[in-house]
Structure formats: C-alpha cells, structure tokens
Nanobody, 114 residues
Framework: QVLLVESGGGLVQPGGSLRLSCLAS????????MAWHRQAPGKQREIVAG???????VYADSVKGRFTITMNNAKNAIYLQMNSLKPEDTAVYYC????????WGQGTQVTVSS
C-alpha cells in the first residue's frame, strides 16, 4: 500500500487558480501511474487527470485547457495546476496511485465561490 498525502486545497474565487500536490511514500513497488479524481456532493467520483511514469497524460473534457497535471523526476509526487476555476470545480480532490494495487489519499477540499 502507498501512503498518499494531498495538500493545496482551499477557497478561491471563480477565475482563480490553485495548485494541488500529492506526495507518495512507503511503496515497495514502482508507481506505474498517478491521477487526480474529484467528488462533488451528491455526485460520483470522477477522474480529473492522470499521468503515467512515462509522462503520458489524460484529462477529463471538463478541465482540458484549464488544468495541468505533472509528475516530479522521482516519480513519487504529482501536482495539479488548476486555472480559470469555476464553481462546478468545487469538490473533494483525491490523489490515486497504481502499483500492483490502487491506493487513495484522504482528499483535499477545493471550493470555488465568490
């Protein structure tokens, strides 16, 4: 099991920016890919963006052009730069990592409101 710790959430006005971080530790196996998911109240958890250890990325249509996912050289941390935030981006954002199993972080709240 991988320990994932997210940070960087908070309250931001529409049009603003936030940068989320997720640090992985404790893995005895290489991390193949990592991703950000989010879950808004009353809705199912959905993938926001993912990145492989080779650097390939994928984005939900709703965030393309606004969010950017990156991974550090040690391949044990990912970041989500979120620009032009909208109220509908409000959710708990979860980090996930895949080794030989799927691990989840505890989540960080992002609230976009004026």
């Amino acid at each position: 099991q991988v320990l994932l710790v997210e940070s960087g959430g908070g309250l931001v006005q529409p049009g603003g920016s936030l940068r989320l971080s997720c640090l992985a530790s404790g893995s005895t196996r290489p991390i193949n890919s990592m991703a950000w998911h989010r879950q808004a109240p009353g809705k199912q958890r959905e993938i926001v963006a993912g990145i492989t250890d080779g650097g390939s990325t994928v984005y939900a249509d709703s965030v393309k052009g606004r969010f950017t996912i990156t991974m550090n050289n040690a391949k044990n941390a990912i970041y989500l730069q979120m620009n032009s935030l909208k109220p509908e981006d409000t959710a708990v954002y979860y980090c996930a990592a895949i080794t030989d199993q799927l691990s989840w972080g505890q989540g960080t709240q992002v609230t976009v409101s004026s």
